[in-house]
């Protein structure tokens, strides 16, 4: 596995650090199926978070209740010390929620510095009038976010790719434009939902990498799915596992991985 | 022998001995094509940005016309009365993002496209109640437009030239160059992109889709209002111009139905196609095939390129 080859990470968390992120008492359904069920995590400032478990276990509905796609409809959120019911994309998004997808989503038509660019738009205030003459402050503004995305082209180090439809890339590619347009976003918290799924064992080296780096230069907070245990158990400071909806463990990598009742449910128990 | 002569020689042999006739063809096609654009740009604009073949883009332009016609009516200048139909313009995109797609976000598009054939009933219906049924005329000379006719010597003939049609091929082409520049190089041009692309996506960024829905209904209702005037000018504002609309289909075909440029060529290939069509080779089977004649065409390019001339090549991984 991966587990040699990922440099191992000097713990960047303060332990007492105040959570960025709190979910309380979280439980979702769709009609008659409880996805998540009364679950409660938190993600510490500076640190990063894996939420793993099998298939179905309710992870990808979990970030989708934390940037606002889903709406639990029990429990709370808490995100920079306010507390709410429920999160709207828009509010997600503009209070410095970025996230990637399972199957990526891109804007397939558009290359890659425009799918980067959309990740600025937040950032880019100038009315709509303005825009109409891409004149003068919408000029200089359009030229000061492009050259953010420079900076992430730079270190994501895409710069060949830079004129691409993305449509045309190779998954690997696409993974690491994704989290680019995340990442234009100036986020303060980054959700990954399974960044390394269908990578090649040198795509996830990389990836993992980023990952890290992002965390320590930037001190992004992370949360992140991941199936890959190697990769899972290098990079990050605290585990939650959820199975069927429910929380079965919570804590750092080594105690997750002797629980249990974690074993039990990725290899099954005979009944 | 001789159809086959008649079809395939003789009317290039008619072309090419009265070349001043021609011309004449050429341009009326032309000014044709350049309507048929604008319309097809409308509904360009719209299925860009959210998937949906809006059927009421017709009727959107029978409405605007009617309510620049209406308003004048009331006593108003003319330019007071363009600037109400845009507020009007925009109150409708407002309406339609608060009533028919909010509450419909997610759904499949086929149940959006529905619910455009509902909002063509409905304004079909408002506006017979608020402007009656019976033809308008359009307010051509108020709004300053030319009408007179010009003449061109050439080819020892005369090709006349109506200045309403130079008038809205000039409009066309400032309206299509602008909101082509729009959408290419703008924050916003590139967040309707981005909502065309992947509505999941684009909301994880934090583009906010009501706003961009509004955007491009507006935008769709302004070249709605700028088609309704120019077609009005050349005929009169009627409901039967929502039927002309579907020549638009057609057109979206040939051009590609995500693509401006797609919309601007296709509509130049159906008016021009449609109109040398009818006076060349209609004689032969008794005229009247100007009304079908696109139809076949998009038939024929549907079986070669079914993206269209300039729409985004349908890529596949697997």
Redesign the interface.
């Known amino acids: 596995m991966t587990a040699a080859v990922v440099p191992i990470r000097a713990a960047a968390t303060d332990a007492a650090g105040p959570p960025l992120l709190a979910l309380e008492g979280v439980t979702l359904s769709f009609g008659g199926v409880r996805a998540i069920n009364d679950v409660s995590f938190d993600v510490r400032k500076g640190e990063i978070r894996a939420i793993i478990g099998p298939n179905g276990a309710g992870k990808t509905s979990m970030l989708n209740v934390i940037?606002g796609?889903y709406h639990p409809q029990q429990g709370t959120i808490t995100y920079k010390g306010t507390v709410r019911r429920r999160m709207r994309?828009?509010d997600a998004?503009?209070q410095g929620i970025?996230?990637t997808?399972q199957n990526v989503?891109?804007?397939?038509?558009?290359t890659t510095l425009?799918?980067i660019?959309?990740?600025?738009?937040?950032k880019?205030k100038?009315g709509?009038l303005w825009?109409?003459l891409?004149y003068g402050p919408?000029l200089s503004e359009?030229i000061e976010n492009r050259r953010a995305v420079e900076e992430i082209i730079d270190f994501l180090e895409i710069e060949a790719i830079r004129k691409t439809p993305v449509?045309?890339l190779p998954?690997g590619l696409q993974k690491r434009v994704e989290l680019a347009?995340?990442l234009?976003?100036d986020p303060e918290l980054l959700l990954l939902d399974e960044p390394m799924a269908g990578m090649n064992l040198e795509e996830k080296e990389d990836m993992s990498r980023y990952i890290l780096d992002v965390n320590r230069l930037w001190g992004t907070t992370i949360a992140l799915i991941e199936h890959d245990m190697g990769v899972v158990m290098d990079l990050s400071d605290r585990v939650v596992v959820l199975d069927y909806g429910v929380k079965i463990a919570d804590g750092a990598p080594e105690e997750v991985q002797k629980n249990q009742d974690v074993i039990d449910a990725y290899l099954g128990v005979p009944h | 022998m001789d159809v086959l002569w008649a079809v395939l020689v003789q009317p290039f042999v008619d072309m090419v001995s009265a070349p001043d006739f021609l011309l004449q063809v050429l341009w009326d096609g032309f000014v044709g094509g350049v309507l048929y654009a604008l319309i097809a740009l409308g509904f360009v604009l719209i299925f860009k940005a959210s998937g949906i073949f809006n059927f009421a883009q017709g009727i959107m332009v029978v409405f605007a016309a009617l309510t620049l016609v209406g308003l004048y009516a009331l006593g108003m200048p003319a330019w007071v009365a363009l600037g109400l139909t845009l507020v009007v313009m925009f109150v409708l995109a407002v309406a339609v993002e608060r009533l028919v797609l909010r509450p419909l976000v997610n759904q499949p598009d086929i149940i959006l496209f529905m619910a455009t054939i509902g909002l063509t009933y409905f304004l079909i219906g408002l506006g017979e109640f608020v402007f009656g049924g019976e033809p308008k005329v359009m307010i051509t000379e108020a709004l300053g437009l030319p009408t007179g006719m010009r003449e061109w010597e050439v080819f020892g003939g005369v090709v006349f030239f109506q200045e309403i049609d130079i008038a809205a091929a000039a409009i066309a082409i400032v309206m299509v160059v602008?909101i082509g520049?729009?959408f290419h190089?703008?924050?916003?041009?590139?967040?309707l992109?981005?909502v065309?692309?992947?509505h999941?996506?684009?909301?994880?960024?934090?583009?906010?889709l009501e706003q961009i829905w509004v955007?491009v209904w507006f935008t769709a209702g302004v070249v709605a209002l700028a088609t309704g005037i120019m077609w009005g000018a050349r005929s009169d504002v009627s409901f039967a111009l929502q039927i002309i609309a579907l020549k638009a289909l057609p057109v979206l075909i040939l051009g590609g139905f995500?693509s401006i440029p797609g919309a601007i060529v296709g509509g130049l290939i159906i008016g021009i196609g449609e109109k040398l069509g009818e006076i060349y080779w209609g004689p032969l089977i008794g005229g009247g095939i100007e009304s079908w004649l696109a139809y076949v065409i998009a038939l024929v390019f549907l079986l070669f390129r079914p993206q269209g001339l300039f729409g985004?090549r349908i890529?596949e991984?697997v």
């Not at chain 1, 989503?105 to 558009?110: D, I």
């Not at chain 1, 660019?117 to 937040?122: E, I, K």
Request: glycine share 8%.
């Open positions: 940037n796609f994309p828009y998004a503009s970025a996230r997808f989503a891109l804007f397939k038509g558009m425009d799918n660019m959309a990740g600025r738009t937040l880019m100038r709509f825009q109409c891409r919408a359009e449509g045309k998954y347009r995340a234009a976003m | 602008g520049v729009f190089y703008t924050r916003i041009g590139r967040a992109r981005a065309a692309d992947d999941q996506a684009a909301l994880s960024v934090g583009i906010s955007i995500t985004e890529i991984r």
